[in-house]
Structure formats: structure tokens, C-alpha cells
């Protein structure tokens, strides 16, 4: 069985605007990492120009909708929610938020869904990519 994991993303109010589901690598060392990895790239704008070099995320809304696409290549593994889904057999959680300026942030917990979470860690996603390089396996523990 895969190690599932629910990616939730939220605007600047606070407010979820969908959950990515992941049957398989949720682990930090998989999915952390690799989501990790794509949000350290840039950094949250308001408003941006076509001439931009960097990678930027034109808000809260655009940056969950390159996430998906920058997940979701074939037919399963990735599956979209709506906010505030929850129970659905996930081992790890990753919440996404960021404000305009900033690179985005991620809290990572680990499940079960009996509260409270554990949180492994939480920073902008170039902090988080850096716990995960030195903690984390690419499987198993983390």
C-alpha cells in the first residue's frame, strides 16, 4: 500500500482553497521534498510582468494551480478535494500558505488523523527542503 498524503493550500484569509490527494510517496523524503523543491523556486507577487526570469506564483490561487499542474502528468496517483477534506487514509499532511513578497510556507505533520498532529516542521519551503535533505530517507523514516 502507498504512503497517501493531502497536500491543503490556503489564501492570504486563512481560507482552504482545495486539497491534492496523492495515493503514493507522501512521505517527506517523496512528496515533501519534491513539493519542497518546486515552491523553493519562487516567490509569491501581486501582479507580475511577462518579462519576469524568476518563477513567481501570482497569488495564493495561481500558485495551487501550478502545483497541480506540475504534479498531475498521467491518469491516477494525483486527485483533487474539496477544502477541508480529511480522513482519506493520508499518513502525512503538508499545508501550503504564503504571503505577497515571500517564498511560500509549509507546515508538515505526521498522521494518523487523531489530533493532535504531529509537526515535523514548518518554514518557507527552501527551510523545509533543507530539514527534509538532512533528516529524511527517500523512503521509510520521514
Known sequence: MGTRCLTV?????????????????GYMGGH???LAEFLAEGKIVNGFSMDEK?????GMECLTA???SHFKKEIGN???YPAETRGCGEDYLYIVTGKVGQEPHI???RLPYEKPH???TEGSASEVL???????????NG
Request: charged share 30%; hydrophobic share 30%.
Open 118 to 120: 504531529k509537526l515535523i
Open 107 to 109: 507546515e508538515c505533520y
Open 130 to 140: 533543507e530539514y527534509i535533505s538532512n533528516n529524511c530517507q527517500r523512503r521509510g
Open 9 to 25: 493550500f490556503k489564501n492570504a484569509s486563512d481560507k482552504e482553497i482545495v486539497v491534492l490527494y496523492r495515493q503514493g510517496d
Open 54 to 58: 524568476r518563477k513567481v506564483f501570482n
Open 32 to 34: 515533501g521534498k519534491e
Open 78 to 80: 494525483f486527485y483533487l
Open 66 to 68: 501550478q502545483v497541480i
